[in-house]
């Protein structure tokens, strides 16, 4: 007989899907920036989301150069604010701890697949008391390319021993959702309530407004997709 394709991994983003940190990477952002003359605010810093660090930097370094502090300096800053702020605020967004609970009961490996490197990584979890839930935590840091490539997806998919094809994953962003996608993983999105309407989301398999809304049936509809993608 031959068996059912079943989820096997579910791999999570981190910042903006599980911890309300976004908010909190505008403000080092606006400050950072504008010590070297760059006025943004938080719309203007949504055209970076889901962007990794060096490559806001750089970003903003080709819309209006600056003089003075070097790119990596400007990195660091951002990155030691970012981490103070989180240390200090940051909240775990609703429904995330009980998602990654009801994920860790259906018996799958769970990874994490995020732009932030791991003091950064280190720092959430703690904050969030998520540490305990992760057999494999990849950060795009240390990869060549970032979201929206898939390298980052596909690296967690390789350590957790799992096809890429059998994993979920879990995303706020449009560029993690294409990445996803692009590793061939069934994907959910749970943007911010500000982009939940913008047509690239439409790619993703399930878009949800919070992870509030994720159960058991939302997870038997992916197990579902995952059956009938083996059965083509």
């Known amino acids: 007989m031959t068996q059912v394709p079943m989820i ?9 899907l599980l911890v309300d940190s976004e908010p909190l990477w505008t403000q080092a952002e606006i400050e950072v920036f504008g010590s070297v003359g760059i006025d943004l605010d938080e719309h203007s810093c949504r055209q970076t989301l889901g962007m990794g660090l060096d490559e806001v930097v750089d970003f903003r370094f080709s819309q209006k150069p600056w003089t003075g502090p070097t790119k990596d ?33 259906q018996g799958v490996r769970i990874g994490l697949a995020t732009a932030s490197d ?62 996803a996608k692009a590793a061939n993983m069934i994907s959910v999105a749970v943007p911010d309530s500000a982009a939940f309407e913008h047509p690239g989301f439409g790619i993703s398999d399930l878009k949800l407004k919070s992870l509030l809304d994720f159960d058991k049936d939302k997870w038997k509809q992916l197990g579902e997709i995952v059956r009938l993608q083996f059965a083509r």
């Open 73 to 105: 300096h400007i990195s660091q800053s951002i990155h030691s604010r970012v981490r103070e702020l989180i240390s200090q605020k940051a909240k775990a967004k609703p429904g995330a701890l009980e998602t990654l609970e009801l994920v860790k009961k």
């Open 118 to 179: 791991h003091e950064l990584i280190e720092t959430v979890l703690e904050r969030i008391g998520a540490q305990g839930f992760f057999d494999s935590m990849q950060s795009a840091s240390e990869l060549e390319f970032s979201k929206p490539h898939p390298m980052v997806y596909l690296a967690v998919a390789q350590d957790l021993q799992v096809m890429p094809g059998l994993c979920v994953a879990f995303e706020d962003s449009l560029l993690g959702i294409i990445a």
């Open 8 to 16: 096997q991994a579910a791999i999570f983003d981190m910042d903006g």
